[in-house]
């Protein structure tokens, strides 16, 4: 039983790893070592606090809190998960996976072909989307799926990188245009925006954790924590390594260039074309991943929305059809709806995860409605300026903006920090005092 817990921990670790990696998560490290230059270890220390613990802790708080997100949210009120859910597949039909396999053909096929004809990106785009359908259709096995036959092409791909990284060195780290490295990776992390990924895919390793038979929750549990921990080890590394290289770089690119052309250019510098090439792979099976393992998520709460009424690999395959059209046609357009979305989305999701993470510091459900209500309410605002910004209305709020940027640390983007904070101790004290009026009522 030891070494058939030891293989599953490996498994969902090398799964969860995978799906976290998606697109965003290569061209970011770089980008973070660059700009914090000599001072590139305190950045790595910052990029991993958020960028890599916060997501994983978002994990955890689901499990800690019981067998799936639902035990999570009820604490808010009954319907919660509902509509975190189609906020969540919103983002995942007209956002993150259509803009998936737009980075995989842009950046990944073509960095091995460059010159092929426009329609090559359909036909890449249709098979992409087919193998991430057949993997997601595979509902009981989607994640030993990835985590046995994907990863290890993506993870060998990263690590020829890495490796070379620090055996071919293009230099050493210097320069940096930050003057607190550890803080700048911090915010510059943080809003990589994976811990709402963290909340919407622990279901899904729950799940797959559950098929393996392991019924007591103890186990569940105990699974899971060891396969974040399998992936936080090679995040760390995979993460440190591209950080390393881009603090390397600072004597031959620009710290403001774009994020994807310094990435090609590190990796060119590297390894000439023989690394580009490999670089692609890692950016299709990142993008293949994270693409497999969200359209299996999103199939799952449709399944259960039906009730069973509609087949799961029906619904998986409109989905996918969904998504490769999105991904096709339009994605700069998608991006725009998908932003005030995700700004939504974000602050509730970190609040939940402290509070699910710190549940025996958590008074009472009068805390958690305060803290999330309050977060969503001014995540609300600042999705409506997005919106505003992305053209998709033109409604001014002046009065209102400017009441807002008196906001603590408004101008940092946690606008929604301390009002949160407020929130929970003022619905944590009104959820016990109506508690105690109405035992005192009763008595």
Sequence with gaps: MKQGRTKDTLVLGFAMFAI?????????????????GADVIPGILGMTLTG??????????????????????RHINS??????????????????????????????????????????????????????????????????MIGAYATPILLVALLIIVVMVFAMPIGSPTGGTVDNAFTYATLTAYNTGDIPTGLICAGIFLGSIKAKGYTEYKDQKNILVRAIGVAFIILVVVYG?????????????AADMDSTALLNGLVQKLAGYGGIVVLAVAVIF??????????????????????????YRIIA???TAIIFLMSA?????????????????????????????????????????????VATLISAYDAF???????????????????????????????????????????????????????AAKS
């Design 286 to 311: 990142a993008c293949f991943t994270t693409a497999a393992g969200m359209i299996a998520t999103a199939s799952d709460w449709v399944l259960e929305w039906t009730r069973g009424k509609i087949p």
């Design 52 to 73: 890599i613990l916060f997501p994983m802790l978002a994990m955890y708080a689901v499990v800690n809190m019981g067998s799936d997100f639902v035990d999570l949210s």
């Design 329 to 373: 046609t339009g994605v700069s357009n998608v991006l725009a709806f998908s932003g005030p979305l995700f700004t939504l989305i974000f602050p509730m999701s970190v609040v939940m995860t402290v509070l699910g993470v710190c549940k025996r510091l958590v008074p009472n459900d009068g805390a958690w409605k305060g803290a999330v209500y």
């Design 79 to 144: 319907w919660w998960h509902q509509m975190f859910r189609i906020i969540g597949l919103l983002i995942v039909l007209f956002g993150t996976i259509p803009r998936c396999g737009a980075v995989a053909c842009g950046t990944g096929m073509r960095g091995i072909f460059p010159n092929v004809p426009g329609w090559v990106n359909v036909a890449f785009l249709f098979v992409f989307f087919s193998l991430a359908y057949f993997f997601a259709s595979n509902r009981s096995k989607v994640i030993d």
């Design 241 to 253: 390594g591209l950080c390393w290289l881009g603090a390397c770089g600072t004597p031959y690119f």
């Design 20 to 36: 976290f990696f998606g697109a965003g998560n290569l061209i970011f490290p770089p980008s973070i070592g660059i700009n914090t």
């Design 385 to 439: 300026v997005v919106a505003r910004a992305n053209g998709l209305h033109s409604i001014s709020t002046d009065g209102l903006d400017k009441l807002m940027s008196y906001i603590p640390l408004s101008s940092l983007g946690f606008d929604w920090l301390i009002p949160s904070v407020i929130g929970f101790i003022v619905g944590a004290v009104i959820y016990a005092m109506v508690k105690d009026k109405a035992a």
């Design 317 to 319: 395959l409109v989905i």
